[in-house]
């Protein structure tokens, strides 16, 4: 079944007295309406920016100075703590010349010697050579120590001057007869100095 849809007219001018006048359409305008408001919120955009300027330049300011101060404590001074290859060689240089100048053998003892002069120096050089006359007694009695290091460490390291602490134990014999290992460890204390390109030691206190 088709329906057919009928439209009713009014008369003209029907009404016109009792129809409500259509409301104008608002459109808004799009924000700033001024010149004045325009310059209003570049100012904002321009203050904002310059605040985090700011706040960036201080952060980064803040930074540097903990940085340089960091670089400047004394804990960033000492290499032990910051540079594990040159720490290791320091050790193992004066690990090597500990067990060289602290053993000696009745049948050579001008070689402890000559080892002495070239590894120490300053008030360390002194003290040796004045005790290393007592190790004359050796050759009469056939003596001989073997002195080993245990553990070195080092608790302070410039570019020239590395101050450590020695672990050592030692073993004596008469002769081709073992006398015993010393029955503790003897603690040092080493200063040593690069002199010329080779580490020597200048100070060496019992602990």
């Not at 919120?41 to 605040?51: D, N, Y």
């Not at 056939?142 to 390291?157: D, F, H, I, N």
């Amino acid at each position: 079944m088709r329906i057919t849809r009928t439209t009713h007219r009014e008369p003209a001018g029907a009404g016109a007295d009792d129809a409500q006048p259509a409301a104008p359409e608002r459109r808004t305008a799009p924000w700033p309406r001024s010149p004045g408001a325009a310059r209003l919120l570049e100012s904002r955009s321009l203050l904002v920016l310059f605040a985090v300027s700011l706040v960036l330049t201080v952060a980064g300011a803040g930074l540097v100075a903990a940085g340089a101060q960091l670089r400047g404590s004394p804990a960033a001074a000492n290499r032990a703590l910051t540079d594990p290859a040159a720490t290791r060689q320091v050790i193992g240089v004066i690990s090597t010349d500990l067990t060289r100048i602290f053993s000696y053998s009745y049948a050579d003892l001008p070689a402890t010697q000559r080892a002495a002069r070239q590894v120490l120096a300053g008030a360390a050089a002194v003290q040796y050579d004045t005790l290393f006359p007592q190790l004359r007694n050796a050759v009469g009695q056939q003596l001989s120590l073997a002195t080993r290091v245990v553990q070195a460490g080092v608790t302070q390291l410039s570019a020239s001057t590395a101050h450590l602490l020695v672990f050592m134990d030692q073993t004596a014999a008469r002769g081709q007869a073992r006398i015993g290992r010393t029955a503790y460890y003897a603690q040092l204390a080493i200063t040593a100095q690069l002199r010329v390109g080779r580490w020597r030691i200048t100070s060496i206190e019992a602990r």
